[in-house]
């Protein structure tokens, strides 16, 4: 079916609690695998190409694949920008094709990442597209594994979202609850409490960034608490590059990249499916579908009020 956008789909989530599995594609292989997961699963899926990925193929590039896949899917994909860095990236996702966006100012001071997303927020709206925005800042543990004290720093705070959501009118919102980006290891609890007193102050559907690095049982406390979207990079990367190390030494003779890039993409389709079952969103494309048909968020009617004669 068509590409849809992440409005309805995330709105229903957060009614139904449960979320949906954001998936960051990097290649081919990748992108086929999670729409192919989501399909055995039967469950509604979120692509998402990052600022990365973008510098590695183009956005346009990567718009192509999942496009042309998500027509032939039997279940509604989302093509999501994760992490726009500034203006200009996410109006080129936009103009790119872009079903569902994100301007990450987390970095910015509080009143300048208001004005941009803001602004980001208007533009988005007028081509009948969503856009996620973050408030505080999931830490990036790239270099190892951050202290506690560090992660503390940065966490949201309900009152800092509330104001924040008030001022732009965003559509999602990613919140920093304890998780870092880029973990290898799942060794994070969730600050649950700290989820849902932010549920209780924000009325749109809540982000968790950095899902790679969470315990199963916490992500189930935190769907629970409040978030619908959940987001997984690290695992998928890791399953892919484990995947072409293991083919490889076993095969050293092995040249074709159609086989061991096969391969590789069963292990993610592998990894997809678990997570899609651990956020309890298996079976729920039909339904999600027709929550999205009656409730048309983006449905533009000509404003003829202003025309005079
Ligand atoms: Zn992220």
């Not at 500034?86 to 996702?93: E, K, P, S, Y």
């Not at 803001?118 to 594994?145: Q, R, T």
Request: hydrophobic share 45%.
């Amino acid at each position: 079916m068509p590409l849809i956008d992440s409005k309805g789909m995330l709105i229903y989530a957060m009614e139904n609690k449960f979320a949906v599995g954001a998936f960051n594609a990097n290649n081919l292989e990748t992108a086929q695998a999670i729409i192919e997961a989501a399909e055995e699963e039967n469950a509604p899926v979120i692509v998402q190409i990052s600022q990365g990925a973008i510098d590695y193929a183009g956005e346009d590039c990567f718009f192509a694949i999942v496009k042309t896949l998500a027509q032939k899917a039997s279940v509604p994909v989302v093509c999501h920008l994760d992490h726009g860095v500034d203006f200009g990236t996410v109006i080129r996702a936009l103009r790119a094709g872009f079903t569902s966006l994100m301007f990450d100012g987390s970095s910015l001071p509080f009143e300048e990442n208001v004005k941009i997303t803001k602004m980001l927020v208007e533009i988005a709206h007028a081509s009948g597209v969503p856009l996620e925005a973050e408030i505080g800042k999931v830490p990036d543990a790239a270099k190892g594994p951050l202290s506690p004290e560090e992660v503390k720093k940065y966490l949201t705070t309900p009152e800092e979202a509330q104001e924040f959501c008030e001022k732009t009118g965003v559509d999602s919102l990613a919140v920093a609850v304890g998780s870092a980006h880029r973990m290898k290891v799942q060794s994070v609890r969730l600050d649950i409490e700290r989820i849902a007193n932010i549920r209780e102050r924000v009325g749109v559907p809540l982000v968790l960034h950095g899902a790679s690095g969470v315990m199963d049982e916490s992500v189930i406390e935190a769907i629970k608490a409040g978030i619908s979207k959940i987001n997984f990079a690290t695992e998928l990367n890791k399953a892919f590059t484990n995947a072409i190390k293991e083919k490889l030494q076993a095969e050293p003779e092995l040249v074709d990249v159609r086989k061991y890039g096969a391969y590789a993409r069963e292990r993610v389709k592998k990894v997809v499916k678990e997570k899609i079952k651990l956020l309890n969103s298996t079976g729920k494309a039909e339904e999600i579908m027709d929550f999205i048909n009656k409730n048309r968020y983006f449905e533009k009617k000509s404003d003829t009020s202003k025309i005079v004669e």
